[in-house]
């Protein structure tokens, strides 16, 4: 028998007839496991990838995203970023079927999160641009709105539920000039 959680999904592999389609929810089930299935869980509930400086952030586990901003990529820029998420247990079958199994997070959903934040960073003129203010707000929105329509995700079951930019790092010599230039611009 094996138990399965509220937050949890089953997905069964039979020795002969190759992955079940329907997965089992909830509750405790009989099997006979090794004998004729292969059992495989997965986590539906809410989870979280998270992209920032290690030594800051007990959470990250991975390092920030870097990005090319500016004309001819000229401003390298470090976005930190964290995104809510949770698996359609709809899907999570197609998902097993298609071999990514549980290695989902790192076959698809990193990769689409730095394509994505690096396509919304590249058409900016500066770094000054995403760095704060308006610029910030709508840079956040486009990623959320971006990674929530994701056609990648959404084939795959992997349903955004929302971003968390916590900021835009810049070399600190030029967060300092930008600093000062909003400061100048704020008390004029």
């Known amino acids: 028998w094996t138990v399965v959680q509220g937050d949890e999904v089953l997905v069964m592999q039979h020795w002969k007839k190759g992955v079940l389609p329907d997965v089992k929810y909830s509750g405790t089930h009989f099997f006979f496991p090794g004998i004729a299935y292969d059992l495989h869980k997965y986590d539906v509930g809410t ?4 992209f920032d400086n290690q030594a800051s952030n007990n959470d990250a586990e991975y390092p920030p995203i870097a990005v090319q901003i500016g ?17 359609s247990p709809e899907k999570v079958v197609t998902l097993h079927k298609q071999g990514i199994g549980k ?16 396509e919304i960073s590249r ?5 000054l641009d995403i760095f704060s203010g308006v610029g910030f707000v709508q840079f956040k929105n486009d990623i959320e709105n971006s990674l929530k329509s994701n056609s990648v995700l959404k084939d795959r079951g992997i349903d955004i539920e929302n971003t968390i930019v916590y900021g835009v790092h810049l070399d600190q010599k030029y967060e ?6 909003i400061n100048a611009i704020q008390e004029k």
């Open 47 to 50: 989870q979280k990838i998270t």
């Open 103 to 118: 290695t989902y997070e790192q076959v698809v959903l990193k990769r689409e999160i730095v394509d994505i934040v690096n």
């Open 123 to 127: 058409p900016h003129k500066s770094a």
């Open 176 to 181: 300092q000039e930008i600093r000062l230039k």
């Open 71 to 87: 004309e001819n990529g000229g401003q390298e820029a470090y976005v930190s970023i964290s995104v809510n998420y949770h698996l």
